[in-house]
C-alpha cells in the first residue's frame, strides 16, 4: 500500500514538469531506435526473460491489428500494456496464449517465445500453453452454474482432477491468494454468481491460480470495478508477483503506474515504447507516449 | 445546439383515446387465445373425467357393446414409441444442434442447419409415407418400431434447433474463461456451455416430445393399429393419438367417450412429464440464473 501511494505521488509531479518542458526529439527517428533496439537485443536479453514475442502480427479477417510486436516480459514481475482504445493491447495479450486465433477470421504469424519454446510451433498443443498461462478477463464471468468453490475448483476438476484433498487444498490456497478466502470461506457452496462485482473477478482470478499457470494475463480486470474493490485487486496483483509473472492490460494509467515494474505502450497495433514503469511516467523518450500519459490524447 | 419546445406536457385526447383502443386489443387478443386453451382443456375435463377409473388405463378395449375395457395398448404404444424414438432422436438432435451451434465456421455446419430447418417444415404424412416405404414395405409389416422410427424424423430437427439456439445464448466469455484454463474445445461444450444452457436444452427436448406424442399422420402409415397389447417391437401397435382419431369418427357414444379419456390422458401424460423432468433438472442455483 505505502509503495502504491509514493508511486502515484511520483507520477503526478513529473506529470506537472513534463508540461512544462519542451519536447524536441522527433517522433519518426525516435519510433524507429526503440523497435530496432528491442529486435537486437532479443536474443542477449532472453534470459530472465518469461515471454518473449517477435515480430508478432495479428489480424482479424483484413483488418491488422498488431504491426509486429517485439517485447520481451520479464519473469515475476508485472508489466502493464497501455494506450488508447483500439490500439491492439488486448489483442496482444489474447495472443500470448492463443485464445485470439478463436475467433472466427482471426490470425497471427510471428512468434511467442515461452520459456525458450515458440508456442505458435505447430508441435504444440493450444490447450497445454493455456494451463502455463492464465487469463483474467475484463468483466468478470464466474461459471454462473456452479458454486464459488466448484468455479475455483473448475480449472481442475474438467481437466479430470477428482481428488478431494487435492481440490480442496488448491480451492483454500487459490482463494487466499486472490484475497477472497476471508469472504467466501463459509459460502463456498453458494452461487458464484451472487456475488459481488469486486468479488466475482477476485474469484476469477482464484479459478485462474488454481490450475497454477506460470504467467497471468489480465486484461482490464478492474474496469468494471468501483475503486474499492479495484484497490484490492491491486494488492493481489502486487502479492501475486512474487511467484506468477503478471501481464496486465489497463487504460487507467494510474493503475499502471501504481502496480506495474515494466510498462509497455501501445499504439495503432504498434510498440511505441517500453521500459521501467519509472522511466516511462518520469521520462517518456518517445513524444507519443509523453502526450498520451500527460493526457493530450486518448 | 438544444432546441426546446414550448409544448405543453399534457396529451391531446386522441391519443388517451387511442392508446386506451390499443391496449384493449391487445387485452381482447391474449384473452382470445388463452380462452382457446381453456376451453379446450374444460372441455376434455369434463368429457373424460366420467370414464377415467384405474382399469380404463390398465385393460385392453373390448367390443361395441360390452362394458368395461380401457386404452392400455395405446398408451403402452404411446410411451414405448415416444421413448424409443426419444432414444434415437435426443442424441443425433442434441449432437447436431451442438455442431451447428459450436462450430459454425464449418462449412458442413450452415448446409445441415438449412436441411434441419427443411426437415423441420416436412408434412408428417410425407414422413410417414417414406418410412412406410424404407421400412414398412421391406419388412413386410406395421411395426411399433416403424412407428419409433418416424417419430424420432419428426423429433430430430426439433431437438437439434432447440439445442442451438439454447447454446447459442451462452454467453462467449465463459466459452473463453473455460478455454483460457486450459479445458480443450469439445469438453467446455459438454460441461460448461451445455450445463450453462441446459433448462432450454431440456426444454426443446420436452417440446420435440410433446410433438412427437401427439403425432397421428405418420403413425397410420407405419405402427398401424392394434386392440390388443404389444407383442414385440415388429408388431403393429395401438397409439393414443390414432385411438383418438379412430373412435372419435366412429358412430358409438360409448366410444366417443373412451375418444375424450384418451385425449385427457395424452394431456395428462404430457403434462406429467414436463413438470417432472423441469423438477430434476431444476438448477441448484435458480435465483441467480436471471443474471447471466
Known amino acids: ?176 491468494l486472490a484475497f477472497l478466502w476471508d469472504e467466501v470461506k463459509d459460502d463456498l457452496k453458494k452461487s458464484g454468481a451472487a456475488l459481488s462485482g469486486g468479488q466475482q473477478q477476485r474469484l476469477c482470478i482464484a479459478r485462474a491460480l488454481a490450475v497454477e499457470p506460470e504467467v497471468i494475463l489480465m486484461d482490464e480486470p478492474c474496469s468494471a470495478l468501483d475503486p474499492t474493490a479495484t484497490a484490492k485487486i491491486e494488492e493481489a496483483i502486487f502479492e501475486l508477483k512474487k511467484d506468477y509473472t503478471i501481464v496486465i492490460v489497463t487504460h487507467n494509467m494510474q493503475q499502471a503506474a501504481r502496480v506495474a515494474d515494466y510498462t509497455a505502450f501501445f499504439y495503432l497495433g504498434e510498440l511505441i515504447e517500453y521500459g521501467n514503469t519509472e522511466q516511462i511516467f518520469e521520462n517518456p523518450k518517445n513524444e507519443l507516449t509523453e502526450r498520451y500519459i500527460t493526457g493530450k490524447f486518448g | 445546439m438544444v432546441r426546446r419546445t414550448n409544448d405543453s406536457i399534457s396529451v391531446s385526447t386522441s391519443r388517451i383515446l387511442m392508446d386506451k383502443l390499443m391496449s384493449i386489443l391487445v387485452y381482447a387478443a391474449v384473452g382470445l387465445a388463452s380462452a382457446a386453451l381453456i376451453l379446450i382443456l374444460a372441455e376434455t375435463l369434463i368429457q373424460g373425467l366420467p370414464i377415467l377409473k384405474l382399469s380404463f388405463l390398465l385393460d385392453a378395449p373390448v367390443p361395441v357393446g360390452f362394458s368395461g375395457g380401457g386404452i392400455g395398448p395405446d398408451i403402452e404404444g404411446t410411451l414405448i414409441m415416444v421413448g424409443i424414438a426419444s432414444l434415437i432422436s435426443v442424441p443425433i438432435g442434441v449432437g447436431a444442434g451442438i455442431f451447428f451451434s459450436e462450430w459454425p465456421e464449418s462449412k458442413l455446419s450452415s448446409l445441415s442447419s438449412f436441411s434441419n430447418d427443411v426437415l423441420a417444415e416436412f408434412p408428417s404424412m410425407v414422413i410417414g409415407i417414406f418410412v412406410y416405404t424404407i421400412i414398412v414395405l ?56 451445455m450445463s450453462t444452457g441446459k433448462r432450454g436444452l431440456i426444454t426443446g427436448i420436452l417440446l420435440a416430445l410433446a410433438r412427437a406424442a401427439g403425432e397421428t399422420a405418420p403413425l397410420i402409415l407405419t405402427a398401424g393399429y392394434s386392440t390388443a397389447f404389444l407383442n414385440g417391437l415388429f408388431n403393429q401397435t395401438g ?34 412429464m414436463n413438470v417432472s423432468v423441469k423438477l430434476a433438472f431444476a438448477s441448484k442455483f435458480e435465483e441467480t440464473r436471471a443474471e447471466i
Not at chain 1, 87 to 92: D, E, I, P, S, V
Open chain 2, 138 to 193: 421391406t419388412t413386410g409389416r406395421f411395426s411399433a418400431f416403424a412407428g419409433s422410427v418416424a417419430l424420432s424424423i419428426i423429433m430430430i430437427p426439433v431437438v437439434a434447433r432447440t439445442t442451438e439456439e439454447s447454446l447459442k445464448i451462452v454467453p462467449k466469455t465463459l466459452r473463453e474463461a473455460s478455454m483460457a484454463l486450459g479445458v480443450s474445445r469439445w469438453k467446455t461444450v459438454v460441461r460448461v456451455v
Open chain 1, 1 to 176: 500500500m505505502r509503495r502504491r501511494k509514493k508511486k502515484d505521488g511520483l507520477v503526478m509531479g513529473e506529470l506537472a514538469i513534463q508540461e512544462q518542458s519542451d519536447i524536441d526529439i522527433s517522433l519518426a527517428s525516435q519510433q524507429g531506435e526503440v523497435l530496432s533496439d528491442s529486435s537486437a537485443s532479443v536474443s542477449q536479453r532472453r534470459r530472465g526473460h518469461k515471454i518473449v514475442t517477435i515480430d508478432l502480427k495479428a489480424q482479424f479477417g483484413r483488418v491488422q491489428v498488431l504491426r509486429g510486436i517485439n517485447l520481451e516480459i520479464k519473469e515475476r514481475s508485472i508489466t502493464a500494456i497501455m494506450g488508447p482504445s483500439g490500439c491492439g493491447k488486448t489483442t496482444f495479450i489474447r495472443c500470448l496464449n492463443r485464445l485470439h486465433e478463436l475467433t472466427p477470421g482471426a490470425s497471427v504469424t510471428g512468434r511467442v517465445i515461452l520459456d525458450g519454446e515458440d508456442i505458435y510451433s505447430p508441435k504444440v498443443n493450444p490447450v497445454l500453453v493455456r494451463r502455463k498461462i492464465g487469463m483474467v478477463f475484463q468483466k468478470p464471468n464466474p461459471f454462473p452454474t456452479m458454486s464459488v468453490y466448484d468455479n475455483v475448483a473448475a480449472g481442475l476438476k474438467l481437466n479430470g482432477v477428482r481428488d478431494k484433498a487435492k481440490l480442496d487444498e488448491a480451492v483454500e490456497r487459490s482463494l487466499k
Open chain 2, 239 to 272: 397409439s393414443l393419438p390414432y385411438l383418438i382419431y379412430y373412435y372419435a369418427i366412429s358412430p358409438y357414444s360409448s366410444w366417443h367417450a373412451i375418444a375424450w379419456g384418451a385425449a385427457l390422458i395424452l394431456i395428462a401424460i404430457m403434462f406429467v
